[in-house]
């Protein structure tokens, strides 16, 4: 029995060993590398980075006061020139006029500084949104890799032992045949041989499952002489080392921190719809010229130029409800990101005030 199983050890280990020489190994980076180019669910992730990096500049560039430039040029008809006891009004067709206008938002009610909180929120989302598309790539590639290395050295192993219990077979009806051996003991080997055959024909069809597994992952059909890279026995203890981050990388979740972040944002963003209940002020310095400038009375046909500084505030005393129904909807909509995070974490929803 012990030289049985040297025998089988020993054809075992010459099959891999001739696998291994001529085969073109395939290495988890390779698989990981091919899975990321071919991922579009991490390229979709990396533009929403990139888009809610632009939103948060947005909502930064409120803060900041604006410049804009404007101008205008008309021809009128049917003009009359109009007198009065002490001036003319002249009928001028052709009118000129332009400015420039400085505007700095003075008080918004929390407005702006919410944006900007709740724009900083949705960035920090979609960056671990972005973290946990490139960690279930990688995790589905290894775990897809690992598997498929697993059916490949399992089929070569069934191959190389239904090689040796033909064989075996062979020789047990020979000395079947010279009366050596009982016809139970040939039909036993029988037995094992088509019970090998059948775990050999099993781990080709899962072989052949986790190569579709990685060729869809990939994009890319695998060579009809590829095999997965075997590493050397000193490294198997770091290949169990890899597989146990793979499983560690299950439980850190940056989907569950993603939804942090997007429960923070719509919590802030009630606050940034409450806006809406307070008046808005701004600042304004204007600077103009026109020909004829309306400002001036009676108006000529030359180039005048007017500037003025002030402040404007605005209030919306009646908007019908629309205020009201923009907080409700933030309100849902933080309670959903709650339920949300509550599903995906096991956290218990935070109640908003």
Partial sequence: MQSLKNLIAFSLAGALAACAGLAEEVSPDMVVEEAFRHSNYTKMAGEDVAAAEAVKKQADAAVYPSLDLDATAAHYEGLQENSFPNFIIPAIPERYGGGITL??????????SGRRSVADEHRQASRSSLAASRADVIYQALTAYWSWSKAFYAAESYRAAVSWMEAHDRDMRNQRAAGLVTENDQLST???????????EEALRHDSLCRAALEKLTGKPL????????PPSEDLQAAADE????????TNRPDVQARKYMLNAEQKNID????????QLNARLRGEAGRPNPLNIPPNTEWLFDAYVGVGVTWNLLDWGLTRAKVSEARARANRAGYQLAENASYVLYRMP
């Fill in 190 to 200: 029988a037995v094992r041989l088509d019970q090998t055959r059948l775990r050999l």
């Fill in 103 to 112: 505007s700095q938002p003075l008080y918004t009610g929390g407005r702006i």
């Fill in 223 to 230: 060579a009809s002489g590829a095999a997965p890279a075997r």
């Fill in 243 to 250: 597989q146990e981050l793979i499983g560690g990388a299950l």
């Fill in 272 to 279: 940034v719809q409450r806006s809406g209940y307070f008046p």
